[in-house]
């Protein structure tokens, strides 16, 4: 389905950006998994999509930092020749309520989840562009449409990649590209494992389907998402969160 691709991956040592370079591997893409300091696992994840028969390199990178971003993009496009989808998965959370959080708690986030997207969206455009075909695709999150006691920083930053989103496939339709966020809810990831038993089963009761979502199937979608059979689809924000935000 991606035979031939070569797909970029912030946070793809772990957990949703982990599942989604495997699902594409599997599918036959070249991946570059970005990460900024879990480098045993992005080893790992590296020799695991080898094994697919395809050509996988980690790299290093602070992807709030627009230089260091830059010359992220020239290595990658020079070690891959191509770039046909990127997926902007790399995020992290600094909870607190609003009367107490700090102010570099709510910069932080900002900084890798929302401008983090647009410094790789920056980078990698242009290359797209010249060749007249990409799939981008945002990794935003159902509190992003729902709001989340806590979590003003992290909320604030899932939203405003929406409004990216729909931006980014108004400005690159022309040129072939889709743009398309996925907005997980619940999903059993290691981020979600601190959680307390008893605060995931009152997460799980509010879940129509009653259960937590897994890594792959927000693999699958994201694949279905950079595969030609979604060409006609952008601007989208899709919901994979087993009916919690109904």
Same mark, same amino acid.
């Given at each position: ?68 971003? !830059?010359?992220?993009?020239?290595? +990658? =496009? %020079?070690?891959? &020749?191509? /770039?046909?989808?990127?997926? @902007? ?40 562009? !010249?060749?007249?075909?990409?799939? +981008? =695709? %945002?990794?935003? &999150?159902? /509190?992003?449409?729902?709001? @989340? ?98």
């Amino acid at each position: 389905m991606l035979k031939g691709k070569t797909a970029v991956i912030s946070g793809g040592s772990r957990g949703i950006g982990r599942s989604i370079a495997l699902r594409f591997a599997a599918s036959g893409a070249n991946i570059a998994i970005l990460y900024s300091s879990d480098k045993v696992n992005a080893e790992a994840t590296v020799t695991e999509a080898q094994r697919y028969g395809v050509k996988a390199k980690s790299y290093c990178c602070d992807v709030s930092d627009f230089e260091a971003v !830059k010359a992220l993009a020239a290595d +990658i =496009i %020079n070690d891959f &020749s191509t /770039v046909d989808i990127l997926v @902007n998965n790399a995020g992290i959370v600094r909870d607190g309520l609003v009367l107490s959080m700090k102010e570099d708690d709510f910069d932080k986030v900002i900084s890798v989840n929302l401008k983090g997207a647009f410094n790789l969206i920056r980078h990698f455009s242009s290359h797209m562009l !010249k060749r007249k075909s990409g799939r +981008i =695709i %945002n990794i935003t &999150s159902v /509190v992003a449409l729902t709001g @989340n006691p806590g979590q003003a920083n992290y909320t604030a930053a899932k939203a405003g990649l929406i409004g990216l989103t729909k931006t980014i496939a108004r400005e690159f339709a022309s040129r072939g590209i889709t743009c398309n966020a996925i907005a997980p809810g619940f999903i059993d990831t290691d981020m979600t494992q601190s959680i307390s038993e008893q605060a995931k089963e009152r997460l799980v009761s509010r879940i129509p389907l009653a259960r937590t979502g897994k890594a792959e199937e927000v693999a699958g979608l994201a694949a279905f998402l950079a595969s030609d059979d979604a060409a006609y689809i952008t601007g989208e924000t899709i919901r994979i969160d087993g009916g919690l935000g109904i």
